[in-house]
């Protein structure tokens, strides 16, 4: 697990081996009863089952800013069977969709640290 705050915002990083579907789900609902509070879970998965599976999601942050940049990072390090999951809790100061991919890929890569 990793955390850094950005201008406020309080970034949690965690990274899963996955195998399926039923596996990422359940990772998911126990991270959003963890963080009932967070104002952003995004995420973005890579796994090869009965077909190849590749899934990248924003939760309401600006489109491609959050999800894209996490499965970047995954892409990158040539990972498979990898759920990488970041938790935002706002701290009032926007960062801007700039801000926001440097952030969910910095917290990304340094799951790889």
């Known amino acids: 697990m990793v955390e850094i705050v950005i201008k406020k915002?309080?970034?949690?990083?965690?990274?899963f081996s996955v195998k399926s579907l039923d596996e990422i789900?359940?990772?998911?609902?126990n991270i959003k009863i963890?963080?009932?509070?967070?104002?952003?879970?995004?995420?973005?998965?890579?796994?090869?089952?009965?077909?190849?599976?590749?899934?990248?999601?924003d939760d309401g942050e600006p489109s491609g800013t959050a999800g894209k940049p996490?499965?970047?990072v995954i892409n990158k390090k040539g990972e498979n069977?990898?759920?990488?999951?970041?938790?935002?809790?706002?701290?009032?100061i926007k960062l801007g969709a700039g801000g926001l991919i440097r952030a969910?890929?910095?917290?990304?890569?340094l799951l790889y640290s």
């Open 9 to 15: 915002s309080k970034f949690i990083g965690e990274k």
């Open 25 to 29: 789900n359940k990772i998911l609902l």
């Open 34 to 57: 963890r963080h009932k509070k967070a104002t952003h879970i995004c995420f973005a998965y890579k796994f090869f089952d009965n077909n190849n599976y590749e899934k990248a999601f």
């Open 70 to 72: 996490i499965l970047n």
């Open 81 to 92: 069977n990898t759920l990488i999951v970041v938790v935002r809790y706002f701290g009032g």
């Open 104 to 109: 969910y890929s910095k917290v990304a890569s």
